[in-house]
């Protein structure tokens, strides 16, 4: 019997070993370190996440979805036995903003900005739950210990309550839909601001970061578990003034307005995901923007 129970122990802690390999694995989903402690997380849906683990604990960057933040919690167990201490929401769209309940089960604190907190009591979504902690203004840090978490609001530009993340003693960054590496603009740029877009772009070039977890990136998915750097957030930048630029000029040449999207072509981002596709509704989003004046706009509420 004695025998018998430590094979079964032995049989239970080598499943466990199983186990335990399979997370990280092609269906649970991809870990990689791109700082000292600081990793990306993808199941190659698209959506990337960060997670840093400091003394104190462990914060993680946009939890996607329930499925998403399953996965990403195991794959977090897999590296560290620290608590969960903040589980940190980019922005108000339900595509990000859900699955931070599976973060509150496993006992942290969901994050927001007060504009997006205030967005999702109204529009709730099937997979969202209410923060914890909101917080307002332009700035903010919380503490992991050894590591901080800079927490900014940069302005309207996409959503509301949009949060860029940095972690300054490892030069890493977390940014959310305005730095899209290898893409062209999302189809008809929902929600977006292009103009102060464009703008934050270049308050987010004038932070100081190396690396970043850019949420959705279109790069190899081996290339885009490294993350994206500063050159991404210089060729969106690059892209939304070359679309301008083209549109402008075939408002100078009296092209019809219908007809625009139809000629306007940058060959130069002919192998971005997206162009063949979106370069048109990108074309006919900005330049109704041009005609009418930019939208959403919202007064300055920092
Ligand atoms: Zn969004």
Redesign the pocket.
Known sequence: MRRFLRYAALSVSILLVFATSVFGSDENGKIREIGDSVYSFTMGLGNHSMFVIGQDGVAVFDTFDSQHSKSMLAAIGSVTDKPIRYAFQS?N?W??ASGGQVFKDAGAQVVMHVLAAEWLAANPGRDTVPPDTVWSGDRKNISLGNLTVELRYLGMN??RGMTVFTIPERGAAFI??LVNPNRVMFSVVP?FNIGEWERTLTDILDLEFDVAVCAHNELPIDEALNGCTRLHAEEERQFIRDLRDAILAEFQNGTGFLDVPKVVRLPQYAHWVGYDDWLEMNTLRLMTDLWMGPFPWYPDEK
Request: aromatic share 0%; glycine share 12%.
């Open positions: 922005h769209h595509d990000h996409h959503g959310a839909d929600d």
